[in-house]
């Protein structure tokens, strides 16, 4: 697939116009998690909207590239092979169906034409969401105690739920180009602000998807400045680095019970093979669940290497959990088999070489949030559906886009 360079196809794009004002409130509403009860179920498809609209106004859509419309094919035929040998589920078709059609919303802004004003209102949308559900975090954790709750408030505060949606916010913010020192201090500002409702998650698999994120992007960087080594990349990581420990010291004088809370629960907890042993061996503790689940999919996709459950969840091989796989990539293998799977991952991969060419950002963004998806699931979630269609959408609308005379041709991030 041919990326599109955004910054020299379209005008530069105002987010202060009323289209993207209206996109942007569209996409903070559509990024809001709901969940029915304590079900656990997400209930916010509201995205799916967009593409609807658009199909109604104009009365067609725009076909995806081939390599989408073979991936939906693919897709269907795995779920209506379940769905006819699979006669120990027949009475969960209906379950089967609707779980179908939710993994298939990843596809629908493949139909839409993406333009940099959507892209900007999309990545605005992203940091405003995360905003202001840290802001909330912060409220509920110091109305309740503050940090004389202990490790007690991840029971208050703590989610599982969106952590990656705050890494994908802090690497937009991160890798944003600003200028003046008023929108620098405004883009510290807002970076705070994400890490402590971030560490507020309480949540070990977001520190270490941050940690695993800034690790290769340092070692990335490094490598480049290895093959050209100049003093001013120099100079900039070193204030980097200075930002990213004054922004962190900020956040332990803020909420220092955090840091306490992962230095036990993570960096302790890792150094401490016993402990690790003990966790493992246990199917109700926070690793031995993982455990038990995982070798469950594994003996079941084992038997059912071409389909695996049809689009049912892990609740439908393991009655007594209410269907979190703890794992993005188990719960697509348990849903769609080995070939599904790979498919998937190939999606994936394909995805982050177009991203790495024209929105850093979002590159990276993605990176954390993959490497978050190994110990939580991210794109089952609503809001994580629709950033993984929307990203899935600018890909899949490359190859209609042409770029005009006069250019170099060169991929560049919006800046």
């Known amino acids: 697939m041919t990326a599109y360079a955004p910054a020299a196809i379209y005008p530069r794009a105002s987010l202060l116009s009323v289209r993207a004002l209206r996109l942007c409130a569209f996409f903070v509403i559509s990024l809001y998690p709901i969940v029915i009860g304590d079900s656990g179920i997400g209930a916010n498809y509201s995205f799916v909207l967009l593409p609807l609209a658009v199909a109604m106004v104009h009365g067609s859509v725009r076909r995806p590239p081939s390599g989408f419309l073979y991936l939906i094919m693919m897709y269907t035929a795995i779920f209506v092979i379940a769905a006819v040998y699979q006669y120990e589920f027949y009475q969960d078709g209906g379950r089967r169906l609707a779980s179908f059609i939710l993994f298939m919303t990843m596809f629908a802004y493949a139909f839409v034409d993406i333009d940099e004003v959507m892209v900007r209102s999309f990545a605005a949308a992203v940091v405003i969401m995360s905003i202001l559900l840290s802001l909330s975090s912060v409220v509920i954790f110091f109305v309740a105690g503050g940090s004389s709750l202990g490790f007690e408030a991840k029971n208050v505060v703590g989610s599982q739920r969106v952590g990656f949606l705050y890494l994908f916010a802090l690497w937009i913010v991160y890798l944003q180009p600003v200028s003046g020192i008023a929108r620098r201090v405004a883009k510290q500002g807002i970076a ?224």
């Open 192 to 415: 705070i602000v994400l890490l402590v409702g971030l560490f507020l998650t309480f949540s070990r698999s977001s520190v270490i998807a941050l940690l695993g994120s800034m690790g290769l992007f340092w070692l990335v960087g490094f490598g480049d400045w290895l093959r050209k080594p100049r003093l001013r990349a120099v100079l900039v990581a070193v204030a980097i680095l200075a930002a990213t420990v004054l922004a962190l010291g900020l956040v332990w004088w803020l909420v220092p019970v955090v840091f306490d809370f992962f230095d036990t629960r993570l960096f302790e907890y890792a150094l401490n093979s016993d402990v690790v042993d003990q966790d493992l061996s246990n199917e109700h503790s926070s690793g031995g669940t993982r455990i038990f689940l995982w070798r469950h999919i594994l003996d079941f996709v084992a038997d059912n290497p071409l389909t695996g459950t049809g689009y049912l969840g892990v609740w439908s091989i393991v009655g007594s959990f209410s269907g979190s796989a703890h794992n993005q990539y188990a719960d697509v293998l348990l849903r769609t088999g080995v070939p599904g799977l790979l498919a998937y991952l190939g999606l994936l991969a394909v995805l982050l070489r177009y991203l790495r060419r024209v929105h850093r950002g979002f590159f990276w963004g993605l990176i954390a949030v993959l490497i978050y998806g190994m110990l939580h699931e991210t794109f089952k979630e609503t809001h994580g559906t629709f950033m993984l269609a929307f990203l899935l959408g600018m890909m899949a609308g490359s190859p209609r886009r042409r770029l005009p005379p006069g250019t170099d041709g060169v991929p560049r991030p919006p800046s």
